[in-house]
Structures are given as C-alpha cells and as structure tokens.
C-alpha cells in the first residue's frame, strides 16, 4: 500500500474519531455514561482482548499467505535459472529456442504477470509462452537415466516453475473469507464505538480526543496491516517484488556475455511477442 495512503487513512481516521468524541461530550452527562467506570472498564478490555485474538489469528493467517507467496515466487524464479542452465544439452537449435522462450517468459512474468496479479488474475502473455516452452519441450528426446540427467533436469525443474507459478496465482486471489473481514471489521466497529461511552464533560477534553484517536489510529492501521499482509502482489509499498525473476534474468544475461553468445528474442522488453 502506498504510504501517504496510509498515513492519510490512519490519520483521518484519528481526526473523525477526535471529532466524534467532542460532539459527543457536549450531550453527555456529566459523570459520563457509565455508574460504575471499573465494570465499564472490564467490559472493555474483554472486547479489546477478543478483537487482538481475533486480529492476531487473521495476521497469522495473512503472514502465512504472505510467506508463501514469496517462497513460490523464488522457487519459480530458481526454476527459471535451472532450466535456462539444463538446456545447454539440447541441439544448438532448440536450445537456443528453449532459453530465448525462457527469458520471454521471465520478462512476461515481471511486466506482465505482476500487474494482473492485481486483480488476481494471470497474464495471457505469460501463458502463451508456457505453450511455446511445451511446444519446444514435445521436440525434446526422451531422457533415459544417466545419460540425460540433465533433460531429467529440465522436466523436474518444469514441474517446480509451473508449480511455483500456480501457487504465486492462488495467493494472488487473496485468502481471507469475507466472513472473516466481516467479523474483524464486526470487532474494530465495537472496540472504536465503546470508547465514545466514555465521554465525559467533567473530564478535560484532551486525555479523552488522545483516547478516541489513538484507539481508532490504532485499529485502522492493524486491519491496514492485514490488508498488505492478505493480498501481497498490489505493485506498491509493502507488496512482493519480483526481484527473485530479475536476478535470474541478471544471471542469463551475465552467462551470456561469459559465453559471447546473444539470443535472438522472439519478445519485446516486456515479454510480449514480436510480430512474426
């Protein structure tokens, strides 16, 4: 989520709750609303007690989706890397077709795949160059043991990139049920509102408006928190870079130059394909 965003939210939510509190304190009754401020108070903390379990069991939830999302994107980029490596046995021609369509592929992935993850969806470019690769792989000998453990290579390391890319799509749909933002939303709602019960006329005003605002500042940044945490491909702070995919396609690039070798891209800088 992009900071200012934040801190705007975070601080308007502070500044609604203070304007709240003092309009309340002008009907209230002196003495404030409750008669006895230590029942008042454990009721209180009963509510703020059910609202941390509730958010920490959902950040738990959202860390999880989080940590997940990025081991998936490294295990796909590391599958990238080995692949682009193992191809290498191939005939000269289809190797330098599998790993032309390997970098297309990773460049779709940082260009393309990353902004309609967005909306949790996939790229059709970087699909197209999943067929392309398949295409390419169906030309490939069958591997048979030792002799060509290193096309055994490229099929396992297959696997894991198509593995990796399916993971890093599901958690890019989000995994939170909406029951589940309900009733935090639910909980946020009772923990902000049973404060303005507090509101005194006898009291000062000040202690009171640094208690509504810090309690709604508060919250608003948890659910905030779980907001980055549940939905971690948003392109902005915070979010998943595809930084494991860039140093991948760092070290093509840097063997390509060790072996004085350029590959002729069927793709633009993006991964779109080029005109044929």
Not at 100 to 118: D, G, K, N, P
Not at 189 to 209: H, I, K, M, S
Not at 214 to 236: D, H, K, M, R, T
Request: proline fraction near 5%; hydrophobic fraction near 50%.
């Amino acid at each position: 989520m992009n900071p200012l965003i934040a801190a705007a939210l975070i601080i308007g939510a502070a500044a609604a709750a203070i304007v709240v509190m003092l309009l309340i304190r002008r009907r209230a009754p002196e003495g404030g609303y409750f008669a006895d401020s230590d029942r008042a108070s454990s009721v209180f903390g009963f509510l703020g007690a059910g609202f941390v379990i509730l958010l920490g069991f959902v950040i738990f939830l959202s860390f999880g989706t989080y940590d997940n999302a990025r081991t998936q994107s490294e295990v796909e980029a590391t599958a990238v890397s080995d692949q682009f490596g193992e191809a290498e046995v191939m005939p000269p021609a289809v190797r330098d077709r599998a790993q032309a369509q390997l970098v297309c592929y990773a460049r779709s992935v940082i260009h393309r795949e990353w902004v309609t993850m967005e909306q949790g969806a996939a790229s059709p470019v970087t699909k197209g160059w999943i067929v392309a690769l398949e295409q390419t792989q169906a030309a490939l000998p069958d591997a048979n043991g030792r002799e060509d453990a290193a096309l055994n290579a490229w099929y396992e390391a297959t696997k894991e990139r198509e593995l990796g890319r399916r993971a890093r799509l599901l958690v890019a749909q989000g995994e939170i049920p909406p029951l589940l933002w309900a009733l935090i939303a639910i909980a946020a709602a009772l923990v902000v509102g049973y404060v303005f019960l507090y509101a005194d006329p006898a009291e000062r005003w000040l202690p009171q408006v640094v208690m509504a605002g810090g309690v709604a500042a508060l919250v608003v940044a948890s659910l905030l928190a779980v907001a980055v945490l549940a939905v971690p491909f948003q392109n902005e702070s915070g979010s998943i870079e595809p930084s494991g995919m860039q140093y991948t396609l760092g070290e093509i690039d840097a063997e390509l130059a060790q072996e004085h070798r350029t590959l002729a891209l069927p793709c633009d800088a993006q991964g779109v394909p080029r005109p044929s």
